[in-house]
Antibody
Framework: EVQLVESGGGLVKPGGSLRLSCAASGFTFSSYSMNWVRQAPGKGLEWVSSISSSSSYIYYADSVKGRFTISRDNAKNSLYLQMNSLRAEDTAVYYC???????????????WGQGTLVTVSS | QSALTQPASVSGSPGQSITISCTGT?????????VSWYQQHPGKAPKLMIY???NRPSGVSNRFSGSKSGNTASLTISGLQAEDEADYYC???????????FGGGTKLTVL
């Protein structure tokens, strides 16, 4: 069974940093591109970042470019999101999501974690 | 990246059919067949319902169907059931930033 479990969320002050983790199991993690998608309270979904299976290709939404860094450790079946210079508008539930395609990028997300809440407030 | 445009809400009675529209531009919906739809129940993670405009992942009911015309994609749910009440989001690849853009979401109410 595919499982994605996020952790690392919490309350942080504006300008602060936080590192999210996503532990994957039930599939060959190193064969799939992975993504972070966020959802502000009561709002819609927003794609944040993606990383290819071998970390060769990395993309960011304009809203987080230069502040967030996505990475992965295929030996540990883990995905990460380092978030720096956090702003109030970064407050959201952050989901880890697997790309549908094996060894490629499909722009579709077939498995999602339960999400971890990040609150940026003084 | 600008969000795709969806109606804020739609409603229908059990057994009826409803359609949710998703309007973009030639840089996303109109230019590529990388359109998908997600269902999200309150407090839950989104679930992929449609990909490649009209394909259903294994396990998704054939009551859900997708289509596209020009810059507008559509999700149709036939034979509405109470369990279909949820938020629905469209998504598309966008060439403007080599990424993914979502619609604002549509709340489906089953009357």
């Amino acid at each position: 069974e595919v499982q994605l479990v996020e952790s690392g969320g919490g309350l942080v002050k504006p300008g602060g940093s936080l590192r999210l983790s996503c532990a994957a199991s039930g599939f060959t993690f190193s064969s799939y591109s992975m993504n972070w998608v966020r959802q502000a309270p009561g709002k819609g979904l927003e794609w944040v970042s993606s990383i290819s299976s071998s970390s060769s290709y990395i993309y960011y939404a304009d809203s987080v470019k230069g502040r967030f860094t996505i990475s992965r450790d295929n030996a540990k079946n883990s995905l990460y999101l380092q978030m720096n210079s956090l702003r109030a508008e970064d407050t959201a539930v952050y989901y880890c999501a697997r790309d549908l395609a094996v060894a490629g990028t499909s722009y579709y997300f077939d498995y999602w974690g339960q999400g971890t809440l990040v609150t940026v407030s003084s | 990246q600008s969000a795709l445009t969806q109606p804020a809400s739609v409603s229908g009675s059990p057994g009826q059919s409803i359609t949710i529209s998703c309007t973009g531009t030639s840089s996303d919906v109109g230019g590529y067949n990388y359109v998908s739809w997600y269902q999200q129940h309150p407090g839950k993670a989104p679930k992929l319902m449609i990909y490649d405009v009209s394909n259903r992942p294994s396990g998704v009911s054939n009551r859900f169907s997708g289509s596209k015309s020009g810059n507008t994609a559509s999700l149709t749910i036939s034979g509405l059931q109470a369990e279909d009440e949820a938020d629905y989001y469209c998504s598309s690849y966008t060439s403007s930033s080599t990424s993914v853009v979502f619609g604002g979401g549509t709340k489906l109410t089953v009357l």
